[in-house]
């Protein structure tokens, strides 16, 4: 069940409104805005993006620096689009993004399931266990069940006596998310959701029978590397470590003593994930720390830059493989991988991540979106397009606006015709 029809989709803006997106990555932070067409389509009318500063490795690290970058990334937006925004959708970086697949079970009240019943079983769900460092930011229903019967994908209905609700609750550190509502509220603006950063990214570049077939998403960013998996359409799965493109830079710039910021231009220009023969004949250019302007160049053969930009990305998918395998899923998904973000862009890495994954991988760059000039629809920006998408299609995976099904007549409401006609 997808949405990629927003008219059976109740929990979809109308056409007209506006989304914002706020990617507060570790190497730069990016503001989207789009307004949603009669088409149901993104329209970006909206880009800013800044250097990320006083964030590392997916966490705030000095406030003040944060919200600066904060600030310019919605400014140059707004300027853009030519209008303001209020509030906004913001990535929690997938360090701080956990999974917790919780299963409730409640008696069915008559002789059928109705809406309460429903509405009852996912309050109950929902409340996985959350400690009191972690909250919930998303909570994703993933599988009914009636007394033996499992596998309903509505229950509405259904004849039985006991109905069981799968929920995939993701939670997040308290203390990210309470730096981020500073950063942003410092800012003058709104957190409308904070969305688990792969997440994001997955629902900007897979493709519909990836979500649903299964299928794992990695994004490989500057300072985490974050994983989402998805099976029969639903998220099921968030993870991350540490480790990203910076950490491949801070390599080279040590092992070859050169300075970060020709580190990361003999990466992007030279840099390979796998080693090639051809790579012992040919030599590059690399200016030494401290001797920079020195009249004599120093070259090195490029074997040099791949020997060490490889055990890092091996080690790397080995540790994706190791969470994958640790998460039970690895070998439900499937078999399809998709790479993500700005370090994915490294030439050898399908290579190199076929091999140590045994997947069948492509790199992908946001899709169902328009208005992305050239510069902002590579594999960097699927985070911030993909906040958009979740403003404008999945609000009701916030667990906020699960919450006021207390009061009867709102979501459950919309629930429940909402799967009666989709399910
Ligand atoms: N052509 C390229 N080849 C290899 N790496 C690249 C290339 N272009 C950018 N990168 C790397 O991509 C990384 C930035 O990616 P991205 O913008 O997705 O990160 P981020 O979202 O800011 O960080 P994170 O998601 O980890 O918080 C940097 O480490 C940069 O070196
Ligand atoms: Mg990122």
Redesign the pocket.
Known sequence: MQFSNNRNNPFAKPPGSIVAGL??????V?CFIARISNTNRLNVIGIGHYE?RG?K??NIVDMELAEISVGHAVQLAEQMAGQTIDSVVVNV??IHAHSHTTTSKVSVTGSEVNESDVRKSLIQSRECEVSGQNELIHTIPVSYAMDNIKGISNPLGMIGKQLSTTIHGVTAASNALKNLRTCIANNHLEIEAFCA?PYASALSCLVEDEIDLGCTLI????????IAVFLEGKLVYVDAIAV???H??SDIARGLTTPLNHA?RL??LY?SAIQSPRDEMETIEVPQTGEEDRFAPNYMPRSLLTGIIQPRLEETFEMVRARLDASGYINVVGRRVVL????????GLTELGTLILNKQIRIASPIKISGLAEATS??????ASGLLHYSANRMNEVPNIIIPVMTPGNFVSRLGSWLKENW
Do not use: R
Not at 23 to 28: L, M, V
Not at 219 to 226: E, H, Q, V
Not at 340 to 347: D, E, F, P, R
């Open positions: 990617d507060i990555g570790s190497s730069k990016c990320a964030i490795n997916g970086s997938g950063a994004d490989m960013g500057a300072g985490t590397t974050s990203g493109g910076s491949v830079t990361e990466k992007t840099g993500t973000g700005g370090a994915s862009q490294l030439q590579g594999p960097a920006f699927s985070c």
